[in-house]
Structures are given as structure tokens and as C-alpha cells.
């Protein structure tokens, strides 16, 4: 691992933290959909989900569904990034496009659409591998 931060990070680690912010932008558009949504289709606050509109409902899973997967995304990017930033960093916007893709297909009101956005796993599996890796390499079970 080159260091070549103040902090000590990797070199190359600031695109895996402009990843994370893009976790942000992504979150703020889910979230503008949400709130769109529902002043088009006059679902009041606090309802969660709509006893009569599919399309509100689909609208609002699939913001959920993102909230849902950030924390793990987020924690298995940052350490995966510490071994391999640019893969990672790579592997993060892959994920992020496919959150995009899955929530404009599941926002169609037909809630099989969602599947468009499926490519993003392969990408979330090799974050899970890169840091199933650096705790190996951590607890001396891989070489340095």
C-alpha cells in the first residue's frame, strides 16, 4: 500500500471518498422522487405507504430499499478502499448506477422493472471481498 495522505491513506483513496459523497447525491434524488411523489399524488405526511397508490408505494420502497443497503455499501467501501481504492472507488459507482437504474425501474409502478438495476451486486460482492481480504491481511492470514 503507497501512502501518500496526511491522514495515512492509500494513494488514489480520494476517489473512493468522492464515491461516498455520490452516495449522498444519490440519496437526495431518491428523496426528491419520495417528495415529488407524493405532492403529485397527494399523499400526506406521516403515511409511509399508500393503502391505494401502487405507484407511491413503488416510489417510496425503492428509496427504502437504498436506505437499507447505504451502511453496509458505505462500511465496505471505505475498508475495501483502503486495500484497492481505484477497484473500489470503481465498484462503488457501479453499485451507485445500479441504485439509480433499479429505482427508476421499480418507480414505474410495475415493481418487476426493479430488476434492471440487479448489475450492482457483482460490484457489492467485490467490496465485500476486498475487505473480507484486508481483515485477512489484518490478522496476518494473507501476506502483506
Request: aromatic content about 14%; overall charge positive.
Amino acid at each position: 500500500m503507497v501512502v501518500a495522505s496526511k491522514l495515512g491513506l492509500p494513494e488514489d483513496y480520494g476517489y473512493v471518498l468522492l464515491a461516498g459523497v455520490g452516495s449522498v447525491f444519490v440519496n437526495f434524488w431518491l428523496a426528491s422522487k419520495v417528495g415529488k411523489a407524493r405532492k403529485r399524488l397527494d399523499i400526506k405526511y406521516p403515511t409511509m405507504y399508500s393503502q391505494d397508490n401502487m405507484e407511491f408505494n413503488c416510489i417510496q420502497r425503492s428509496h427504502q430499499h437504498y436506505l437499507e443497503g447505504k451502511p453496509q455499501f458505505l462500511m465496505l467501501l471505505f475498508l475495501s478502499g483502503l486495500e484497492w481504492p481505484k477497484v473500489s472507488a470503481g465498484a462503488g459507482m457501479v453499485y451507485l448506477l445500479s441504485r439509480i437504474v433499479y429505482a427508476h425501474g421499480y418507480s414505474s409502478g410495475d415493481p418487476s422493472k426493479r430488476r434492471w438495476g440487479m448489475f450492482g451486486y457483482p460490484a457489492l460482492f467485490t467490496l465485500l471481498g476486498g475487505t473480507i481480504y484486508l481483515a485477512c491481511r489484518e490478522l496476518g492470514f494473507v501476506g502483506q
